[in-house]
Structures are given as structure tokens and as C-alpha cells.
């Protein structure tokens, strides 16, 4: 992230370098998991294996935005929230779990999801809209949206594309993907629960990608206290192929068998 000079962990050059993991923290680059409450505020530091919020500190981080409202949030103390959710294990390795943050991240592209979300809900047949990242091998992930219309209202995917292609003014950020869906999950107050529309577009994308290298298997997703989601891959017809394509995504996944 620019914020903290663009790099904080990496694998080593000349050590272990363990597939999956972000890798070490670099020299002079302070770097830990903490749990913060659903107000962002600073509960304790993670226990190892446990999963947290990634920050970071040292000469690196810049000191803050010119817009003192973007500084809201972003720090804890001196330590910079970097909004990447991540578990530390007992060698000091990172590994990445998910996001805190809404961010949809296109090739190192950030996206705010709300760029999406006023668009889209400014067609009159649109009731809710959530734009989330969906997996990609490519670019890491790519923006798409979730739908629920008004009642007594009739439109189709084509023409809520077309819409979202004409009034979105970022070009990366017009959604790869939409889906009209019959009720938005929302959590106990009423917002809406993102994390379930997550694991409905890595379902959707991982057996997409499966089917159309030839293969077949179910693939379900499951939320991992480790791993944060953990892809389930049920009936594969040929595991080593399937490892093949699935090996492209940065996801964590297992056979049902295993």
C-alpha cells in the first residue's frame, strides 16, 4: 500500500518461502494482528494462529492524508490500519484472510465499493445494491454487484449492465459481473452482510473456472478461523487437474474428502 512506502512483508529471497503467505515483515518495518471492535477501536494484540486486523508502523508510514476526515480510522496511535484481515503464525510468517474493508482491490486498483453502489441504486427498479470483489486469477479480484428489486418492477441483467456502463464514471470499476437475487442478506440491524455475498461469488466464480477447464466438482464455502473462508471442493472428477486451476486463485480450499 503507498501509504506504507508500497511493500511490508515479502517471502524471502534466500529463506523459506511458503506458498500462500505474504511472508516476513521487512527490516525497520513494524508489523502485528490486533483485534479492533466493531467501532475500529483497539481491543489487544493477537494471540499467534488468531486471526486480526494487519497494522503496521516505522520510517515508511506516512505520517497521515492532507484531509484530516481521511485520518478517521486509519490509525491506532502510531500504527497504521491497513485493512487487511491476517493471521501471524509461530514463525512469523503472515498470511492474508480476507479484508475488513470494503475495498475492492483491481491489480492493485483500489475501488470503493460506493462508486458502485449510488449508480446502480439510482435506477428506478433498483431496490438494494451491494458491489463487492469477486476472485480473479488475474487482477485479484474484479468488482461485481448484487441486486434486489422494488416490487412490481421488471428489469434484466443486460440493462442494468448497460446502465451501470453509462453512469459509472470509473471505468475499473463498472462491475464484470451482476446478479439480481430474490433478498439481500442483512445482519441483525439491518445492514447488509456483505461476507455472504463473498462466499456466493467465490461459488460462483471457482466452479465457473473448474467447469470451463473441463472438469466438474460441487464447490461450497465455508468461514475458517484460520483462513477466514475456506473454499470446499465436493465430487472433484480429477483432483490434480482441478488443483491446476484452483492453484490460480489466491484462495484457501480443500477436497470434502480430505
Excluded at 497504521?80 to 501471524?88: E, F, K, P, S
Excluded at 453512469?167 to 439491518?190: K, Q, Y
Aim: proline share 5%; aromatic share 6%; glycine share 8%.
Amino acid at each position: 500500500m503507498t501509504e506504507a512506502t508500497c511493500i511490508s512483508a515479502i517471502n524471502p529471497e534466500h529463506g523459506e518461502r511458503r506458498v500462500g503467505s505474504i511472508g516476513l515483515r521487512l527490516p525497520y518495518q513494524a508489523m502485528k494482528c490486533v483485534l479492533l471492535d466493531d467501532e475500529g477501536r483497539y481491543q489487544r494484540d493477537c494471540e499467534l494462529e488468531e486471526q486480526g486486523v494487519i497494522v503496521v508502523k516505522g520510517p515508511n508510514v506516512f505520517s497521515g492524508y492532507k484531509d484530516p476526515r481521511n485520518n478517521k480510522g486509519a490509525f491506532i496511535d502510531d500504527w497504521l490500519i491497513t485493512g487487511d484481515l491476517a493471521r501471524q503464525d509461530s514463525e512469523g510468517y503472515f498470511w492474508l484472510t480476507g479484508r475488513a474493508k470494503d475495498l475492492i482491490i483491481r491489480g492493485g486498483h483500489n475501488i470503493d465499493p460506493k462508486v458502485i453502489e449510488d449508480v446502480l441504486s439510482n435506477h428506478p427498479a433498483v431496490e438494494l445494491v451491494a458491489a463487492i470483489g469477486q476472485p480473479d486469477a488475474y487482477a485479484g479480484e474484479l468488482p461485481c454487484a448484487y441486486i434486489t428489486l422494488n416490487k412490481n418492477t421488471a428489469v434484466g441483467v443486460d440493462e442494468l449492465m448497460d446502465y451501470a456502463r453509462k453512469n459509472i464514471p470509473e471505468r475499473a470499476a463498472i462491475p464484470v459481473s451482476l446478479e439480481i437475487i430474490d433478498a439481500m442478506p442483512l445482519t441483525a440491524v439491518g445492514k447488509i452482510f456483505k461476507p455472504a455475498l463473498r462466499k456466493l461469488s467465490i461459488e460462483r466464480v471457482l466452479a465457473a473456472a473448474i467447469q470451463q477447464a473441463g472438469y466438474s466438482a460441487e464447490v461450497r464455502v465455508e468461514s475458517d478461523e484460520k483462513l477466514g473462508v475456506l473454499a470446499c471442493i465436493d465430487k472433484p472428477s480429477d483432483k490434480s487437474g482441478i488443483k491446476s486451476v484452483l492453484d490460480l486463485f489466491t484462495l484457501a480450499y480443500q477436497y470434502s474428502d480430505a
